[in-house]
């Protein structure tokens, strides 16, 4: 087993034997005026991590005694986790979701703290482990900063911090190391890319053409002058003045003394596009001539008299006038894409370097043997003769789930998956019609070619019939 290097951390070694999920009592959950300091101290690495099947290796390192998990490539006190690290993580998963009291040992909710508090500790582990690789450190400096940040925004006293510590069962030290983490994980995304490969001319020209005649084609709109009432005689008095004096100064009076809403910039509204229009509007504003007076038109509630002033025809926004728009666009995409490819190799690099003892095996540790079928999936899907058949198991396919833009990050590698809708029963339903209809076309067709050998038997024999007629006449 071999003895172990000192160690900067609560706890130490030692403890009670391994034991599956948690059971040590807890005291009662974290307050509403607490609990947004515990999201931000609190840094829940929760991972969708794809299933390894990896069988142990004769190679494979032996976890100490007295410690659940080790990972190597990290320092010993970084990659070597002791049970009483798992306990401490376990009660602050109960902490954050303010459970008064542990869950009973065996339940759903006992394993799923179980694995949440293992899957935290080793992705703690990781990112440690990935920063020194990658020659990222974090001052004292750093962390003192961002905490006294934290502690300004979110809690009004030391006092409320110390028992936001208290209730949520962390050390001070504990709250630095949550800290430099977050930091490193930040340092390490920005490191990152920093190396997505630059963007070609040929890219930003290929955006351009396929999205010029919308994103980058601005349609026509009409400068247009309005009054707004709802007394219709208010606005039909307006409508005479504006016929006898149709000046900027006569519709600021106008406006000031019939429309009080639009008075502000005499009446005019700029730039308005038909397409956010609706009838009888879009007709009166896109179908009249330049100061001609349009109205009483009866809107809703109110009374309207306008006037277009201007046109602006459409116009098609060069690709010059464009190209620091799309480059901005384009260097996002391709950052999220390539630190998500990334991210995707660390996790399968850091997974096969970490090892659990027994009790403690989770789909993070290269010693797991899953059994291939997806985690979600009851066991009855893949049961020959189950006691309670499944109602619903997953597709053999697995279906693709892009992760929405900008989710994907060094702690929650998958991102946030964009859900894909069921197929719309209408769509089933006339897919199944179609699917019908299609086998009465095939009936109908092969009754009809019926139809027709029927119909030349019937000549021929009536043709046959008049020739031996011909014959005997003779």
């Given at each position: 087993m071999g003895a172990k290097s000192g160690r900067n951390r609560q706890g130490g070694r030692g403890g009670p034997k391994k034991s599956g999920a948690p059971q040590a009592k807890r005291s009662g959950g974290i307050g509403t005026a607490q609990r947004t300091g515990l999201v931000l101290f609190a840094v829940v690495f929760v991972a969708l991590f794809v299933v390894f099947a990896v069988a142990q290796g004769l190679g494979a390192p032996s976890v100490p005694s007295g410690d659940i998990a080790k990972v190597t490539n990290v320092?010993?006190?970084?990659?070597?986790?002791?049970?009483a690290d798992y306990k401490r993580s376990v009660e602050q998963q109960e902490a954050q979701q303010s459970l008064k009291k542990p869950p009973k040992a065996g339940s759903k909710k006992a394993e799923e703290?179980?694995?949440?508090?293992?899957?935290?500790?080793?992705?703690s582990a990781w990112i440690f482990g990935q920063a020194e690789e990658l020659g990222i450190k974090v001052t004292p400096k750093e962390v003192e900063t961002e905490l006294a940040k934290i502690k300004k925004e979110s809690f009004k006293t030391e006092k409320a911090f110390q028992e936001f510590m208290q209730q949520s069962h962390f050390t001070q030290e504990d709250v630095n190391s949550k800290i430099e983490l977050q930091i490193l994980s930040k340092k390490i995304e920005e490191k990152i890319k920093k190396e997505t490969p630059l963007l070609t001319e040929e890219e930003l020209k290929a955006y351009y053409e396929a999205e010029k005649a919308t994103q980058f084609t601005k349609k026509p709109t009409r400068?247009?002058?309005?009054?707004?009432?709802e007394n219709k005689k208010e606005v039909?008095?307006?409508?005479?003045?504006?016929?006898a004096d149709n000046s900027e100064a006569s519709w600021k009076k106008v406006t000031k003394k019939y429309s009080p809403t639009t008075a502000a910039q005499a009446g005019l509204q700029k730039e308005i596009?038909?397409?956010?229009?609706?009838?009888?509007?879009?007709?009166?504003?896109?179908?009249s001539a330049t100061g001609e007076l349009v109205g009483p038109i009866k809107q809703e509630k109110n009374y309207l008299l306008l006037e277009v002033v201007k046109l602006h025809p459409e116009k098609v926004q060069t690709f010059e006038e464009v190209k620091s728009t799309i480059e901005s666009t384009l260097k996002a995409q391709k950052e999220e894409k390539f630190f998500s490819t990334w991210v995707s190799g660390f996790q399968s690099k850091w997974i096969s370097r970490s090892y659990c003892a027994s009790g403690?095996?989770?789909e993070s540790c290269a010693n797991y043997k899953g059994t291939g079928h997806?985690?979600?999936?009851?066991?009855?899907c893949y049961e020959a003769n189950p006691k309670t058949p499944a109602k619903e198991c997953p597709a053999p396919v697995v279906q693709n789930q892009p992760a929405l833009p900008g989710t994907v990050t060094l702690v929650k590698p998958e991102g946030e998956r964009k859900v894909q809708r069921p197929r719309p029963e209408e769509t089933a339903k006339a897919a199944k019609e179609g699917a019908a209809g299609a086998a009465e076309g095939a009936t109908g067709a092969e009754g009809s070619a019926e139809s027709e050998a029927a119909q030349k038997a019937v000549e021929e024999a009536a043709a046959k019939a008049a020739e031996e007629s011909a014959g005997k006449g003779k």
């Open positions: 320092p010993s006190s970084r990659g070597e986790i002791s049970e703290l179980h694995k949440a508090a293992i899957g935290e500790l080793l992705n400068d247009v002058r309005a009054i707004v009432n039909e008095a307006a409508q005479k003045a504006l016929e596009a038909e397409e956010f229009l609706t009838e009888p509007l879009k007709k009166d504003i896109f179908k403690f095996v989770i997806p985690a979600e999936a009851p066991a009855a």
